[in-house]
């Protein structure tokens, strides 16, 4: 068993290999018992500074990260571009590199275009760790909603994940492909074909038109909202067309012969790509998704802090 | 390298009766007690020490737990040896209760003390008293002394102790190995 990431940065799951991935998951569930006791916070990285720059919006990754950093004692300092000097034409490196300077450890970044992250950790001294670049990755979502499913089934390898909806537009759909992949289960991809990326298939994934079919396949469903923010041409007629033939009901699991389990990353469009009755009922995952993230998250910055030896105090 | 034993089989035996009466005489029908293992190696020794406390007392639903301290050390990243987490299993509140904390090998003094930073984050104990089975006492650097302890032995920094469980986990061995 190895007990050390081979990676200095987390800038995308194309990055890490199975390895990395069970020793996130193992070292998760040992912060799963420190977030869920009276006293929710281990000193382990007290002399560690982290830097959250923002430079798009977001409420669960941002919050689950900065606890995520403060139940691990990090201090940390919060940046988003609306209200910093971006707005005045300051360059990411510059900006990050000002922030360094300040003598800070760690970055973790969102970023609208993709691939910023890996250019951060080549042009600066930081970590690096990608919360989200462009449609390109989002690491810690994968791997939280790997480790929900293998929470909910105990296991991932054989298993059936369908991933529904706006593929094209969805950063989250390309790292739980790539994590799903490793870890051994088998991931289809479901959508209008406009939302569907052309050569996907190349990436090792069925891909499937109709709904109910895609159901009816799998064991867990991974249902990604439509991003009306990305989408810069009309992909479907109304969003109303979209819900008839994509919209994850109640009646529409009703009908299959098993049944099977609902996951959404959120933010969810309750109406559009699946009903509030669905999102509410035992079968979906997401509130557990969310418990998970800050988990993986505290797993994800102590293993990366371990690979800090330049930093020892000594 | 030299190799000397230091506690056999037998003689560990009788220690860990020894301890486990004097853990009864102190504490009674050990009521408000729990006993806590010290991840990873105090583990299989509490466990052992929980069963002969059991025979002793007649209490058969003493508390017991086991503690990691991994989070709380204080050479986070200065050696190069990844620290690895063990799970903490201590499912029942620690609040006025009195702790035994079991490892096998006392020496620096700080693992005990980074467990005593995890347990006060469990609760307020009313007590935490501490079993140690080797005592390296010249080599302490902090201000702990155990409560309990089965053999005190002098020992050089290059020395090390090893204890070693027979097959069936019933008693340990205990080894100093000279480099």
């Known amino acids: 068993m190895e007990d050390s990431l081979s990676v200095k940065h987390l800038l995308g799951i194309k990055e890490i290999s199975y390895e990395d991935i069970q020793l996130i998951f193992r070292t998760a569930d040992n912060f799963k018992t420190v977030i869920n006791r009276p006293i929710k ?27 995520a950093e403060k139940r691990l004692t990090a201090d940390i ?50 970590q690096v760790i990608n919360a989200g670049d462009g449609t390109h990755e989002h690491p810690t979502q994968a791997l939280l909603d790997a480790c929900s499913i293998k929470e909910k089934l105990g296991e991932i390898e054989g298993k059936k994940i369908a991933i529904i909806g706006d593929i094209m537009h969805s950063r989250v759909a390309l790292s739980n492909i790539l994590c799903l992949q490793k870890l051994g289960a088998e991931v289809m991809v479901c959508g209008p074909a ?75 469009n309750r109406g559009v790509e699946i009903t509030s009755e669905v999102a509410d009922h035992n079968q979906s995952i997401i509130l557990d998704q969310v418990e998970n993230g800050v988990a993986i998250r505290m797993a994800v910055l102590y293993l990366l802090a371990m690979k800090r030896p330049e930093n020892a105090i000594s | 390298m030299e190799k000397r034993l230091i506690l056999d089989n037998s003689l560990s035996r009788i220690i860990l009766e020894r301890i486990a009466l004097q853990i009864t005489e102190n504490h009674g029908d050990m ?39 991994t989070f709380y050390r204080d050479d986070f990243r200065q050696g190069d040896k990844m620290l690895v987490p063990n799970t903490i299993k201590i499912d ?22 980074s467990s005593l930073n995890a347990l006060g984050d469990f609760g307020r104990p009313r007590k ?44 340990p061995e205990v080894w100093i190995i000279t480099e």
């Open chain 1, 41 to 67: 916070r281990v000193p382990t990285l007290r002399d560690i500074t982290i830097a959250n720059i923002f430079f798009e919006n977001s409420t669960r990754t941002r919050v689950s990260f900065e606890l």
């Open chain 1, 77 to 126: 300092v919060n940046f988003s571009s609306t209200s910093s000097s971006v707005t005045k034409g300051e360059t990411l490196i510059d900006t990050v590199n000002n922030i360094l300077a300040m003598k800070v450890d760690m970055v973790v970044m969102r970023h609208p275009a993709p691939g910023a992250a890996v250019f951060l950790a080549k042009h600066t001294k930081t």
């Open chain 1, 194 to 268: 406009t939302l569907i990326p052309r050569h996907i298939e190349h990436l090792g994934v069925k891909i499937e038109y109709n709904l109910k079919k895609a159901l009816d396949w799998c064991d867990v469903a991974n249902v990604l909202r439509i991003q009306l923010e990305r989408q810069d041409i009309k992909y479907f007629p109304t969003l109303r067309e979209y819900t008839m033939q994509y919209g994850i009901s109640r009646r529409i699991l009703e009908s299959l012969d098993k049944e099977i389990t609902i996951m959404h990353p959120g933010p969810i």
């Open chain 2, 31 to 69: 009521r408000d007690c729990a006993i806590i293992g010290m991840q990873p190696r105090g583990i299989l020794l509490a466990r052992k020490l929980l069963e002969i406390i059991t025979r002793i007392s007649g209490n058969k639903s003493i508390l017991y737990g086991e503690l990691d301290s």
């Open chain 2, 92 to 113: 029942f509140l620690i609040e006025n209760k009195k702790i035994i904390m079991v490892d096998d090998v006392l020496y620096t003094g700080r693992s005990v003390r």
């Open chain 2, 128 to 171: 935490i008293e501490l079993m140690a089975l080797i005592d390296r006492k010249f080599n302490r650097e902090l201000p702990i002394q155990p409560d309990y302890v089965g053999e005190e032995v002098d020992t050089r920094t290059n020395d090390r102790v090893e204890v070693k469980w027979s097959e069936d986990k019933s008693t």
